[in-house]
T-cell receptor, first 115, second 113 residues
Framework: KAGVTQTPRYLIKTRGQQVTLSCSPI?????VSWYQQTPGQGLQFLFE???????NKGNFPGRFSGRQFSNSRSEMNVSTLELGDSALYLC??????????????FGPGTRLTVL | AQSVAQPEDQVNVAEGNPLTVKCTYS??????LFWYVQYPNRGLQFLLK????DNLVKGSYGFEAEFNKSQTSFHLKKPSALVSDSALYFC???????????WGAGTKLIIKP
């Protein structure tokens, strides 16, 4: 099976712009989670989607949003970019995200640099 | 509240020596525990998980982890370290009733030739 794919792999934007990142989960996986990873804050949970619905949300401002399509592909959007949004954005998919032993599988990430 | 602690920011081991990366957790109910590895500029790769049963779990690349309920620990181990094991290692925990994975801060493992 193909793994989790994320596009683009690298992005450079300027403050105030907006950006959309894409994630294609492993075939058959219905849950998609997004994380922000920075050297100072570690791995922080953004949100999780299941069956096109946001099921869980982390503590990020409303500038961060996402959606999931009927084929389980997901996008996240960051509006009005700030310098502090520079990070590696990771997408992870799992079968149903029902908790318990369900394993998340990660994509390679999108490296976002905000200038 | 659920939490995971990786008490060491960095672990240095000589190649060929055994390695241990520590993880302790706090969760209500039975825990599900995971280890992931991250190589530079890459996503996280799943190594192993504990669900139930045998306290010693074997995973990818020769890694194993020991679940200790009384000490609420889930330390990652390998009998003989390789330079290629140098990477960032994350421990995570989830309880049965909570969807969300709780992540440790990560431990940088450096294997010296």
């Amino acid at each position: 099976k193909a793994g989790v794919t994320q596009t683009p792999r690298y992005l450079i934007k300027t403050r105030g712009q907006q950006v959309t990142l894409s994630c294609s989960p492993i075939s058959g996986h219905r849950s998609v989670s997004w994380y922000q990873q920075t050297p100072g804050q570690g791995l922080q949970f953004l949100f999780e989607y299941f069956s096109e619905t946001q099921r869980n949300k982390g503590n990020f401002p409303g500038r961060f949003s996402g959606r999931q399509f009927s084929n389980s592909r997901s996008e996240m959007n960051v509006s009005t970019l700030e310098l502090g949004d520079s990070a590696l954005y990771l997408c992870a998919s799992s079968l149903d995200g029902q908790g318990g032993p369900d394993t998340q599988y990660f994509g390679p990430g999108t490296r976002l640099t905000v200038l | 509240a659920q939490s995971v602690a990786q008490p060491e920011d960095q672990v240095n081991v000589a190649e060929g020596n055994p390695l241990t990366v520590k993880c302790t957790y706090s969760v209500s109910g039975n825990p599900y525990l995971f280890w992931y590895v991250q190589y530079p500029n890459r996503g996280l790769q799943f190594l192993l998980k504990y669900i139930t049963g045998d306290n010693l779990v074997k995973g990818s690349y020769g890694f194993e982890a020991e679940f200790n309920k009384s000490q609420t620990s889930f330390h990652l181990k390998k009998p003989s370290a390789l330079v290629s094991d140098s990477a960032l290692y994350f421990c995570a925990v989830r309880s049965y009733s909570n969807y969300q994975l709780i992540w440790g801060a990560g431990t940088k493992l450096i294997i010296k030739p």
